[in-house]
C-alpha cells in the first residue's frame, strides 16, 4: 500500500472551516442525542418493566463503547484506501442511527404492545452501536480540515460547541420533557441525519478539489502508531471529564453552598463549562507554544490533583481557586487529548487510533456508572 492509494491528504496549509462547522454540528447532534439517551433510558426502562436489568444494560453499554470505535476505525481506515475516504463508514452509521431514533419514536407513538417490549432492549443496544460506528470516524475527519500545527485549534471549536451544549443541559432536559419521547427521538433522529448529510456534502466537495488529493512529494509514513499512549490519552481525558459530570454537582453545591445561597450545583458545573468554552482558543495558542504532549501531562496532572484537592478542602476560598485551576486544566486537557493522539499514529491507521483514543476516554465513565447501578 502506498500513499496514492487515498485522495485524503493531511498536507493542508489553513483550516478549512466550512468542514470544521460542519462537523461541528453533527459534534452537538451526536451530544444531545445522547442527553436524550441519558434521560429517557431510565424512564422507559421502567415503562417496559425492565429495571432489573439497569445493570447488565450498562454492562452492555461500557462493552459497546469501548469495543465499538476500534471497529468502526478499521473500517474507516479500510474505506479511505479502497474507496478514496472514510464517508462511507460514517454515512453508514448515521443513518443506523436515525432509522433506530425512528424506530423508537414510531413505536411509542402508537403504543407499544408486549412485542415491542422485548424488542426495546434490542433497539437499546443497536442505537448504542450505531453511535459508536461513526462518531471515531467523523471526528477523525478533523485532520483532514487541519494542518497538524492547527488541530489544537480546531479542536479549540469543537471543545467550545461541545461545551455551551453540555452547559445547556438543563434547558435541553426541559424541552425534552416537554416533547416527550416520541417527538424526542424524532427530533434527534433528523438532527444527527441533517448534521450528518451536510458534513458529508461539504466533505466531498474538499475531497473532489485538488487541494483534496495528494502532494505528488508526498512519502510514505514510517512512524509507528503509539497505542499505549493514545489508550492513555483517552483515559486521562475520559477520568478528567467523568468525575466532574458524576460528582462535581453535589460536591461543589455543597463546599460552595456558604456563597451560592444553596444553589443547585450543576449550575456550578454549566459555569465551569461557560468558563471552559471561553477559555478554550485562548488556550490552543498555549498548547500550540508549549507543544500538545507536555501540554497534556502537565494539564492531566493538574486535574487529577485538583479533583482530590476538591474532594479534601472545606475551605470555601480554597474551593473556589481550585475549581478554577481544574477549569482551566480541563481546557487545554480537552483541546490538546485528540490533537495529540492524531499525532501519534501511522497515516494509514489514523482512524483506528481515533478509535482506540475513544475507547479510553469511554472506560472511566463505563465503570463510574456501573458502580453507581450497583450501589
Known sequence: MNATASIESDQLENIQWKQLWSLAALYASIIIGWIAYHSYQPKLLVKFNFTQFTVWLLVAQGIILVLTPPIAGKLGDRFRFKQGHRLPIISTGISFAAMVFMAVAFALL???NELFRWIFPVLIILWLIAMSIFTSPALSTLELFTPIEKLPKAMAVLTIVSNLVYSLEPVILDIIDYLGAPVTFIVGGVAVFASGYALKKSSLSLFNSNEGKPKAAMTLDTQRSEYGLILLVGIGLGLATTIPFNYFP????AKLAAITGGMDGKWILVGMLVLSAIFSLPISNVVFKVGMIKTFWISLAIS??????????TNTFSVVIITVIFTLAFTALSVSSLPLAISRSNYYEKVFCVGIFFSG???PNGIVEISKAIQ
Not at 453535589?250 to 453545591?253: S, T, Y
Not at 487529577?304 to 478542602?313: E, V
Request: hydrophobic share 70%; net charge negative; aromatic share 4%.
Open 110 to 112: 402508537t403504543n407499544p
Open 250 to 253: 453535589e460536591l461543589l453545591g
Open 304 to 313: 487529577l490533583m485538583s479533583i482530590a484537592l476538591l474532594f479534601i478542602l
Open 361 to 363: 476516554v469511554a472506560i
